[in-house]
């Protein structure tokens, strides 16, 4: 059980805390558990991990800017040199499976402390109104 009701918590950067994989509000405590699978809260401070939901973002992102080049390397490559099916195992896949993998973690720790520092949650079409 945690009293986070007296203690204030200072303002982090959502790139610093998310990029490193902390909690975004504490900056201690660990947004996952496991290699990419967000944890259900933290266990320094006790903030609910509830709001985390980013989707398809990072996986998008990633793509957009890394995989996309590595095509074109390859492509380049491939038309350039001929290159036996060995060179692109040699080339083209560990630049592959390092520009997706490597930066797909820190993405998705910053998407989720930006939801948290920007307070960002499911948008909603009806304004709900007190009955009088």
């Known amino acids: 059980m945690h009293d986070t009701a007296e203690k204030i918590y200072p303002k982090l950067s959502s790139m610093k805390t998310g990029t490193r994989g902390k909690c975004p509000r504490c900056g201690e405590g660990k947004i996952f558990d496991g290699f990419l699978t967000v944890a259900k ?10 709001f985390a939901d980013p989707a398809d973002g990072p996986a998008f ?7 996309i080049p590595v095509v074109v390397f390859a492509l380049w490559f491939e038309v350039k040199f001929e290159p036996a099916i ?4 040699l080339t083209t896949m560990p630049l592959l499976l390092l520009t997706c993998i490597l930066p797909l973690r820190p993405l998705k720790g910053w998407l989720i402390a930006s939801q948290f520092f920007f307070k960002a949650e499911e948008g909603r079409l009806v304004v709900e109104s007190d009955d009088k």
């Open 41 to 50: 809260g933290c266990k320094v401070c006790g903030l609910d991990y509830s």
């Open 61 to 67: 992102f990633i793509q957009m800017l890394f995989c």
């Open 86 to 89: 060995w060179a692109h195992f």
